[in-house]
C-alpha cells in the first residue's frame, strides 16, 4: 500500500512517500517544503517525491495529512491537497493531529505547540479520565498543566520553551515531519478508519475570539 505523508501546517512543510507492507512501512522517499512555499512547491514537489521513488500516482492508496493546529493557510493547503487527490484517485485519507505526531514520535505525555498571542496549544491525557484532549491554553494555564503531567511534554519551538523553562519535564525537539506523520497514523491506517473527505475540516483550535475561548477543547484521533 502506497502512502504520501503531508505536513504544512507549520513554517517549514514536508512530505513524505511510503510503502505499507505486512504492518511495515518503508520511507520511499521524503521533502522539505521551503518556509512559506507549500502553496507554490506543494504539487512540483509531490511529482519529485514520487518520481524519485519510481511510483506512479495511480498507485497511491492513502494520504495521511497533519490537519493541525498551526498555521491556518498551512492547515488549509495540506487538506485541499489530501481531498484533491482523494477525488481524483478514489483515495483514502487519514487526517492526524500534528500534536499526536509530537507526542507518539518521542513517547511523551504531551505536546505543545505555540498559538500566538500569548497562548499555546496543548495535547495530551486529561487527568481524571486519560482521554487525549487538545486545548488552546494560557501560558498559566499551560505551565500548570504540564505540571501535572505524568511524563515528558515536548515541543519544537522557542517561545515554548521559553514559556516553559521551569518545568523539569519539558523537553524541546526538532519539529515533526511527514515522515513522523505516517508512523503516527499507521495504527489508523491499518483499521482503515479514514475520513469522512466531504466533512473533513481543519484542527484549528482557535476559529476566533468570538467562537473558540481559551480552554476549550478538540478531541483528537
Known sequence: MILLGIDTCGAVGTLAL???????????????LAGRTSAAMLVPAMAEL???????????????????????????????????????????????SRLRVMAASHAAAGAVLDAGRGEFYWAGPEPETEAWVESLLTREELAATVAMASG???????????????????????????????????AEVQADRRADVASLDGRYLRRSDLYQPAGATHPAP
Open 152 to 186: 515528558i511534554v515536548v515541543a519544537c519551538e522557542e517561545r515554548v520553551a521559553l514559556a516553559l523553562d521551569a518545568c523539569s519535564s519539558f523537553r524541546l525537539v526538532e519539529p515533526p515531519t511527514a515522515v513522523q506523520t505516517l508512523q503516527a497514523a499507521l
Open 50 to 96: 514520487l518520481a524519485e521513488a519510481g511510483v506512479e500516482l495511480a498507485a497511491l492508496r492513502g494520504v495521511v495529512v497533519a490537519d493541525g493546529p498551526g498555521s491556518f493557510t498551512g492547515i488549509r493547503i495540506g487538506l485541499s491537497a489530501a481531498k484533491a487527490l482523494a477525488e481524483a484517485l478514489g483515495c483514502a485519507v487519514f487526517p492526524i
Open 18 to 32: 511510503g510503502r505499507l507492507e505486512a504492518g511495515e512501512l518503508q520511507v520511499l522517499a521524503s521533502r522539505g
